[in-house]
């Protein structure tokens, strides 16, 4: 039985997480489309707003702002509140399609979501 509402996919992805007045730097160890978690043995206090920045590239970066919602001696997990450009969105949807064991699994996933679908610019908008 799946418990998650979001595929995890598994990778290892330098980030930055401002939490507390400092920045904890280290590598993503897991990631969907609501948060992730990486090792650290930087302690931060549950329920504590961060920024979060991936860095995909030199210039391509997923930024988002978020909650550490677990946190312990090996690792934090940061729940994303609002992705903080436009960007970032798509970027995190090709980071979790190119990294899922199954991306007809990680498309459908997407599509099922209300709000997470690409916009195509060429369809009219909504009613």
Same mark, same amino acid.
């Given at each position: 039985?799946? /418990?998650?509402?979001?595929?995890?996919?598994?990778?290892?992805?330098?980030?930055?997480?401002?939490?507390?007045?400092?920045?904890? !730097?280290?590598?993503?160890?897991?990631?969907?489309? !609501?948060?992730?978690?990486?090792?650290?043995?930087?302690?931060?206090?549950?329920?504590?707003?961060?920024?979060?920045?991936?860095?995909?590239?030199?210039?391509?970066?997923?930024?988002?702002?978020?909650?550490?919602?677990? !946190?312990?001696?090996?690792?934090?997990?940061?729940?994303?509140?609002?992705?903080?450009?436009?960007?970032?969105?798509?970027?995190?949807?090709?980071?979790?399609?190119? /990294?899922?064991?199954?991306?007809?699994?990680?498309?459908?996933?997407?599509?099922?979501?209300?709000?997470?679908?690409?916009?195509?610019?060429?369809?009219?908008?909504?009613?």
């Amino acid at each position: 039985m799946k /418990n998650r509402e979001f595929i995890r996919v598994r990778t290892r992805i330098p980030v930055d997480v401002e939490a507390d007045g400092k920045t904890i !730097s280290g590598e993503v160890r897991d990631v969907s489309l !609501s948060g992730l978690w990486m090792p650290t043995t930087v302690p931060v206090s549950e329920r504590t707003p961060c920024r979060v920045t991936i860095h995909l590239a030199e210039a391509i970066t997923i930024r988002a702002e978020g909650m550490v919602v677990r !946190s312990g001696p090996d690792g934090v997990a940061v729940q994303f509140l609002e992705l903080s450009e436009v960007d970032s969105y798509e970027h995190l949807r090709n980071l979790i399609r190119y /990294n899922a064991v199954d991306p007809a699994e990680a498309e459908q996933e997407f599509d099922s979501h209300l709000g997470l679908r690409s916009v195509d610019p060429e369809l009219p908008p909504p009613d």
